[in-house]
């Protein structure tokens, strides 16, 4: 399974953005989608993550603001993210779970900032 994201860039605070991410490859089988983002001076933390049914859950930090959805027949992984506060700046990655394997696409930068 290969993963390519795409989406981020620079923003203004309260400004949106959407990021996506397709996968290839053998993905029968692939259940969880994710983004996890990199901020710095932290650890890597899981963003929102949706299972095949499009059950959905989400940072606290992020509830309210960003939304995860996805495309199952186009094998894709969307974040659309709204309201962005410059604590959002990070490498934005996404995730795919198939059976117990544990994919990762590399990652999109997302700046917000004035």
């Known amino acids: 399974v290969q993963l390519q994201a795409s989406g981020g860039g620079l923003v203004q605070p309260g400004g949106s953005l959407r990021l996506s991410c397709a996968a290839s490859g053998s993905t029968s089988g692939i259940n969880f989608m994710g983004w996890y983002r990199q901020t710095p001076g932290k650890q890597r933390e899981s963003v929102a993550v949706i299972n095949l049914s499009g059950r959905a859950n989400y940072a606290d930090s992020v509830k309210g603001r960003f939304t995860i959805s996805r495309d199952n027949a186009k094998n894709t992984v969307y974040l659309e993210m709204n309201s962005l506060k410059p604590e959002d700046t990070g490498v934005y990655s996404c995730?795919?779970?198939?059976?117990?394997?544990?994919?990762w696409g590399q990652g999109t930068l997302v700046t917000v900032s004035s």
């Open positions: 995730n795919a779970v198939q059976r117990l394997t544990f994919y």
